[in-house]
């Protein structure tokens, strides 16, 4: 009956859908007015408030949603979390919001849920329309839900103590996963068909959530792109000693995680924003983000998201959702475009060129692993600046796809759900982020490039449009592709006859859709480089915090 209400409700509305409100939805909150799209295709409704947070909780979970009496206004643009942006620091700490787009015509009910996580380093980014606005994706009948969730300090400030246990973030994520199931079927959404994406620290943070018991039943499937929960650069494994280096920007000397917190809990956003020491550099290439997701202690009354590092939890865990896994063929191109300088990159000569979430017996053994690593993509000579594309390489490998391909092997060996594995490498004129990064001209596909093939951006041209044929044809295919497994958990059904088939991946190896100017099944990408970081994984992973 619900949903047949709801159904009635929304068709009364699609047959004049111009300059109209959209219906009025009631949740557990209250009643809310949304607004239909400017083409008319979807309704609206953002900047729903799904949590709260105050100083009371600045690190840590959020609290219940608000209630309200009246009507809640849905049609406003939503707040960022506080971040910094390119002139100065935008956003507010009571920025926990969601939006919700539900396609205007669509007879279908109860419709398949898609719940998109945000990307940008965990201190940057949004999910508003300016990114991610939903038109191409609704247009396939599947409901598109997008949110915030707190950044940097405010959303990853780790110190082991109760007051501030880590991963508020991803707390927020999981009160956001918690709101879209308890109230979608009021959107005309099946609660029980939810698929979550996301791009990059949003694919780690889901990568996260697919091993947290916690979000156990809140998704379906997932649909990692460009991340993964064991990259070296999703876990902060000295989260204590990087706050001691922000605390010491700010006058104090001390690694006490109360003292600390007695520092943080009333320091003003802008305080947190504007302080970005850099870590002394090790013999160990770690990242240079400071706030990550950290594995948490258990404290007493608190509900913990990671309590151990990932691989370990994924290694054991069983596995019932279906997953997309997949990166970019040139994800490095926007890192080497920060290598500016030759001082920058001669940063690389004398040190490993991999991480601290590898150990060695001895520094003999390091040093011939890291001789090994240089040597496949420098060759015998120094690393500079003529060698610049070598060094996207490393990270392309290092921070993307590699570990894509390595969790695609322990998941593959922990569930009966089919693992589909893609490789995107197209480039067109939507490959916004390698034009940014300066290489608009180079083959291949940067990070977070294949957003712009399932998004329409706010500040995207409307004549871009009709401008590029093969643009739409990627464009539709992605979609489909995305929204069939969303709906079906088979990205090409046998109903699917416009598309390639894509076969999903086995214990006996690893079968990637390569996604390109051509779209057809292939082998691993870099096989070269996949059996050697794969070898050097396997026998010197940490496996220890």
Known sequence: MKYSKNLVL???????????PAPVVEIAQGRLSGKVSDDGSYFEYVGIPYATTNHSTRFQAPGPPP?????????????????????????????????????AMSLQRPLPVMVFIHGGAFALGSGGKFLYAPDYLVKHDVIIVTFNYRLGALGFMCLNIKEAPGNAGLQDQLAALRWA???????????????????????????????????NGLFQRAIIQSGSSIANWAINRKPVWVYSLIAKQLGYDTEDPHELYNIFKDLPVEDFLRTRPKKPLDKFFDTQLLHLPCVEKSFPGVEPIITDLPYNIL??????????????????????????????????????????????????????????????????????????LNMSDLYTHLYFEIPSLLESELLVKNTDKPIYNY????????????????????????????????????????????????????IGTMTKLWTNFAKYGNPTPESATDLPRWFPSSREGLKLLHIGKEVKMGPVPNPEAYEMWRRVFTTHRRKTV
């Open 10 to 20: 929304f068709s009364l509305f699609a047959m004049n859908l111009v300059d109209q």
């Open 67 to 103: 209630s309200w009496k009246g009507t809640f206004k849905a049609t406003d643009h939503i707040y960022m979390c506080p971040q910094n942006s390119k002139w100065s620091t935008v956003g507010r700490e009571d920025c926990l919001t969601i939006n919700v787009y539900v396609p």
């Open 181 to 215: 199931k308890k109230n979608i079927a009021a959107f005309g959404g099946d609660p029980e068909n939810v698929t979550a994406f996301g791009e990059s620290a949003g694919a780690a943070s889901l990568s996260m959530l697919v091993a947290s018991d916690a979000a």
């Open 315 to 388: 290694e054991k865990k069983k596995l019932n959702i279906s997953i997309i896994h997949g990166s970019n063929s040139k994800e490095g191109l926007f890192l080497i475009s920060e290598e500016t300088t030759p001082e920058s990159v001669n940063e690389r000569n004398g040190r490993y060129l991999f991480a601290s979430d590898l150990e060695f017996k001895t520094e003999l053994e390091a040093e011939e692993a890291a001789k090994e690593v240089k040597e496949f993509y420098f060759g015998e000579g120094t690393i500079d600046m003529s060698k610049i």
């Open 423 to 474: 490789y995107f490498d197209y480039w067109g004129s939507r490959n916004i982020l390698k034009a940014r990064s300066g290489y608009r001209d180079s083959e291949g596909a940067c990070h977070a490039d294949d957003l712009f093939y399932l998004f329409k951006p706010d500040f995207w041209p409307n004549y871009m449009e009709i401008w590029n044929r093969k643009d739409n044809e990627i």
